[in-house]
């Protein structure tokens, strides 16, 4: 199958998709459990409003045809030569191998990066001010974003320098060679990332002492952290959505509350977030999601690798290319791991969905407050404007956490619940 006709493809399955999330005639209720449950729970009922559907379609149509252009992009700078040229470019200019990748990359970056732009304003800035969900003015997002793609370029070059000595030494084998260094590159990624990329964007305090924060340490005693700080992070610099985490293990983990939370919802609904995120840390998600990234990786690489070994094949003299170690043939490479990432999305996130329902009955159990935990998801889709029942291909594709809806009705239709795992 040729590059077109995967774009072809995904464009048919786009469209599909984006014809799946219609709105339906009238605004429909959730289905019938969650209602008779509110009623006796004093959950809120959950209507799905106009705005909170157009807020969904107008997510998965930038989803699709964000991910279509971005292929599109990568294919066209490819096809009109101009990543060749780019090449050339950085070959006069410098000598230094590492200094060509930095020249070339960041070329390539900024071109691409500005092309973008639209559709990541439109997604990051606009949609999220129209909705009421942003907190930022055009200023201090744009810092954010050019921030990030600062941020991206820096850690990216020294990566593809890594690939490319690989190839370079292994022609062959480069793809499992890949995967030995890509252990403490992704277990950087979970375990320290946390720690250390995101202290550039927001501002860490600690809980300040109180009766939510007794609940909180009991929880983390609970979850075996008896001692993890319990951090507040300022997010509303950002957005008005609300979220927590735990990050870390053992002696690194701890509990991050954003300040939105805490503005935004009751202590029962916080102390029933922070269940789910004790969850995941006491059912060893960090861990398995580490264990997982490396497996995907095992099959990703060596797949990558075909791939792209055999575009090149194709395509490689017509693009003006001089085989896997050009620096212009890196948008290949790109391409290919995209495609090839997206294809698995299904799969990734199907595994995430099983992880967060089994956070959700952690939590449940911990607090035994199920009527608190719907409430706080009845919010997540009313305010945060999560969509409680998004179409199933939508959800297979783009859901890491089961839709609102099953999310509610499982909290609720176990009341009694005994604790996890018996
Ligand atoms: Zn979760």
């Known amino acids: 199958m040729n590059a077109a006709k995967i774009i072809l493809c995904s464009a048919v399955i786009a469209v599909g998709l984006l014809l799946l999330s219609r709105p339906r005639a009238a605004a429909s209720p959730l289905p019938q459990p969650v209602q008779q449950a509110a009623a006796s729970d004093s959950v809120p009922p959950l209507v799905v409003t106009p705005r909170m559907r157009r807020y969904a379609r107008t997510g998965y149509a930038l989803y699709f045809a964000g991910t279509l252009y971005g292929w599109a992009l990568l294919w066209g700078v490819l096809a009109s030569g101009l990543s060749a040229r780019l090449r050339d470019r950085a070959e006069q200019a410098v000598k230094n191998p590492w200094a060509r990748l930095a020249v070339y990359y960041g070329l390539l970056t900024a071109g691409l990066a500005l092309a973008q732009f639209p559709l990541a304003w439109y997604g990051g800035f606009w ?34 320098m890594l690939v490319l000595r690989l190839i370079q030494r292994s022609p062959r084998f480069w793809p499992l060679w890949l995967w030995g260094a890509s ?49 507040v992070v300022d997010k509303s610099r950002q957005t008005r959505t609300t979220n927590a985490y735990v990050t870390g293990l053992g002696a690194s983990a701890r509990i991050v509350i954003w300040d939105t939370t805490l503005q935004q919802l009751p202590s029962d609904e916080v102390v029933g977030i922070v269940g789910h995120e004790m969850g995941h840390y006491v059912l060893k998600h960090i861990p398995w999601g580490f264990a997982e990234t490396l497996a995907g990786l095992l099959i990703l690489l060596p797949l990558t690798a075909r791939v792209a070994g055999w575009t090149l094949a194709k395509r490689g003299a017509r693009w003006d290319l001089r085989g896997m170690t050009d620096l212009a043939a890196l948008p290949v490479f790109l391409l290919t791991v995209s495609v090839l990432s997206f294809l698995a999305d299904p799969i990734t996130n199907g595994l995430s969905r099983r992880m967060e329902h089994q956070a959700d009955a952690y939590g449940l159990a911990a607090t035994h407050n199920g009527p608190a935990l719907a409430r706080a998801f009845v919010y997540f889709a009313s305010h945060d404007l999560s969509d409680p029942n998004p179409p199933p291909l939508v959800k297979l594709w783009l859901f890491s956490h089961p839709p609102i809806g099953e999310r509610i009705n499982f909290v609720l239709g176990r009341k009694n619940a005994l604790p996890y795992g018996t």
């Open 183 to 231: 252990v403490p590159i992704v277990a950087f990624g979970i375990f320290l990332a946390p720690l250390v990329i995101d202290p550039l964007f927001n501002k860490f305090t600690p809980l300040p002492p109180g009766a939510l924060r007794v609940r909180i340490e009991q929880l983390a005693a609970q979850a075996g952290i008896p001692h993890a700080p319990i951090y």
């Open 127 to 160: 949609r999220e001010r129209a909705y009421g969900l942003s907190a930022q003015s055009f200023g201090a997002w744009l810092g954010d974003w050019l921030k990030g793609e600062a941020v991206t370029w820096a850690i990216s070059v020294p990566l593809i």
